[in-house]
């Protein structure tokens, strides 16, 4: 029953990241940051509630804050569109890694949201792994990201059940 509220929970505050409460609100971008900050806090509960610690829960909203920082939009837009745009660059990193790939952009979407996803996924097992060494076990889970959103077929749905993941992911390997 925990597990399931926890995917709930999950999939619900990852949207509110995602901008639901500024769509809901038709206001856009003027309450993002109760996800943004909502996100991180609520995550590192979760994590004192399994492992006791606060220096942990401290640092893993720090670290979720940093991961959900990187943008991502050209990824998601060309998952959902199949347009990739010329002029945006999310990761430079990732951009250097895989080349934007014209011919087949949703793929390249999936592979670039997919390091993205470990990106933010490390940002939260960095703190955890002093804590919790099992917690790198959330490293792989962060590179099924670019599959989720392709799978899911539009962002909102993508956003919820990315949320889930995570967040349940988590809970089952640090509990």
């Known amino acids: 029953m925990i597990l399931f509220l926890i995917a709930i929970f999950g999939a619900f505050i990852n949207r509110c990241r995602g901008g639901l409460i500024s769509i ?13 900050f909502g996100q991180p806090i609520f995550f590192a509960i979760m994590v004192w509630f399994l492992l006791g610690s ?3 829960s401290i640092l893993v909203a720090v670290g979720m804050f940093l991961g959900q920082t990187f943008s991502w939009g050209n990824y998601t837009g060309a998952i959902f569109t199949g347009k990739i745009d010329d002029e945006r660059v999310d990761i ?28 933010w996924s490390f940002w939260i097992v960095a703190p955890l792994v002093y804590f919790a060494p099992q917690a790198l076990w959330i490293l792989p889970i962060g590179l099924t990201m670019g599959v989720v959103y392709y799978l899911s077929r539009t962002h909102p749905i993508a956003e919820y059940v990315w949320g889930a993941i995570i967040w349940s ?5 640090l509990q």
Do not use: E, H, Q
């Open 24 to 36: 809901l609100t038709l206001k856009p971008n003027k309450y993002d940051w109760v996800g943004r």
């Open 54 to 56: 606060l220096p942990a």
């Open 92 to 119: 430079a990193l990732i951009d250097k890694i895989i080349p934007k790939d014209y011919d087949n952009p949703k793929f390249w979407g999936v592979k670039c949201l997919s390091l993205r996803g470990l990106l």
């Open 169 to 173: 992911a988590t809970y089952l390997i």
